[in-house]
């Protein structure tokens, strides 16, 4: 039996709330799942964006006990698997004046399957990776 089925959600720090909401809603139409404003200040807001990639964007120094022993923004990899072509991938990235960083660089994916990837980084300089299957 596997222990770990998938990643349920991935967090991040990032310097404003709002601005990363932003990018991320722009790129990859990131839909609003909820938010934590205690006090009507938004400390974590959550984010779904494609079919089940949950992102929570934390606001730093947002007070709250439970969070990485030292969230900083910009400290983030992530892969995300694309749904289309490299290509398009690309497309996408350049659609919406986003430096690609690296790439197109072959990778291999969780699965062992032959892959491409490009990179660039958000407004906090998280480092994002767009992976599409050969």
Do not use: W
Not at 97 to 115: H, K, L, M, Y
């Amino acid at each position: 039996m596997a222990l770990l089925k998938f990643i349920d959600h991935v967090a991040i720090t990032v310097a404003d709330v709002e601005r990363s909401t932003k990018f991320y809603t722009a790129l990859f139409g990131a839909e609003l799942l909820f938010d934590h404003a205690p006090n009507g200040r938004c400390l974590v807001r959550s984010v779904q964006i494609g079919g089940g990639v949950q992102l929570n964007i934390h606001q730093e120094g947002n007070g709250m006990d439970l969070v990485a022993a030292r969230p900083t923004p910009g400290s983030a990899d992530i892969c995300f698997r694309f749904g289309g072509s490299i290509d398009e991938a690309e497309d996408l990235l350049r659609s919406h004046d986003i430096e690609i960083i690296e790439g197109p660089s072959a990778r291999t994916d969780n699965q062992g399957g032959a892959a491409q990837s490009v990179y660039f980084l958000d407004p906090d300089g998280n480092l994002l990776e767009l992976m599409a299957s050969d």
